[in-house]
């Protein structure tokens, strides 16, 4: 396999720096996605609130053992064979080691791939408004799960270790915060691009999984409200979860791009160093 060059890796990671400076910025349309969700909080206090209630363990539950969304490495590793003919991928290893263009076409795919199911599962569930609300929220945390973790796959990385699934509900969390939250979860994952780990730092800075939670709930917020509407909240289902799995997987891309890059530059740049010429 060809590898990238330094400079090649540097202008890769100056274009993430680039989208990091854009993250920063929230539109009006997620300043609005950002709104209470009191309404439907006393529209249906029971069925939701309890539905989040399991959320909160399933999150948890997720962090420390995988639960029941943890995913089957093998079918992404062929995938990532497939994108690399000649090239044989059989651990998480093999993967860590294609080029980065691969990675980024597999990563592509998974997320159009992931894009489409959750463009079905909200038009079916936006099917009988209220009522069909409570069940689409863990689908849809569900899927955004496994989505990160199979492109977690794809850049090298093993979310059956429970530093990985910190940072998976981290850039879930990224995916759901806004300008403050962004910058400090950017800041947060620093010690993962400089080689340092600190996942029980952020277990504790997480202050319990209801603010995981709470933020992706609101960040759904009103786009979930047109969901209500009778026959429309087919659309607008449709719509708001493609939508919401389809930032998750970029983020998840773009954060995990990020590190496989970091560490090949400190791997070029101790080459160079013991380089006798």
Not at 251 to 264: G, V
């Amino acid at each position: 396999m060809t590898m990238e060059t330094k400079q090649q890796l540097a202008a890769e990671l100056a274009a993430i720096e680039k989208w990091e400076k854009e993250q920063k910025q929230l539109g009006i349309w997620d300043k609005m996605a950002r709104l209470p969700f009191t309404l439907l909080d006393k529209a249906t206090p029971k069925i939701i609130q309890n539905k989040l209630a399991l959320l909160l363990e399933e999150v948890g539950s997720f962090v420390q053992t995988g639960g029941q969304y943890l995913v089957q490495e093998k079918s992404i590793l062929k995938k990532i064979e497939a994108a690399n003919p000649g090239v044989t991928v059989e651990s998480i290893d093999d993967a860590a080691a294609v080029p980065l263009k691969k990675m980024d076409a597999v990563a592509e795919e998974i997320k159009q791939s992931r894009a489409n199911m959750a463009t079905v599962q909200g038009a079916s569930t936006g099917v009988g408004g209220i009522f069909t609300l409570a069940a689409d929220i863990p689908l849809l945390l569900g899927l955004s799960l496994k989505t990160l973790q199979e492109i977690a796959i794809v850049y090298g990385y093993d979310p059956e270790q429970r530093e990985e699934r910190v940072f998976i509900i981290k850039c879930l969390q990224f995916t759901s915060s806004d300008v403050v939250g962004k910058k400090a979860i950017l800041t947060e994952l620093a010690g993962f691009y400089d080689g340092r780990r600190q996942s029980q730092e952020m277990i504790s800075q997480l202050q319990g999984w209801r603010e995981v939670m709470y933020t992706y709930r609101d960040q759904l917020g009103s786009k979930k409200m047109f969901q209500l509407i009778p026959i429309a909240g087919i659309v607008f289902g449709a719509f708001t979860n493609r939508t919401a799995v389809l930032d998750a997987a970029e983020n998840a891309a773009m954060l995990y791009k990020k590190r496989r890059l970091m560490e090949r530059l400190h791997a070029a740049h101790s080459e160079s160093e013991h380089s006798p010429y």
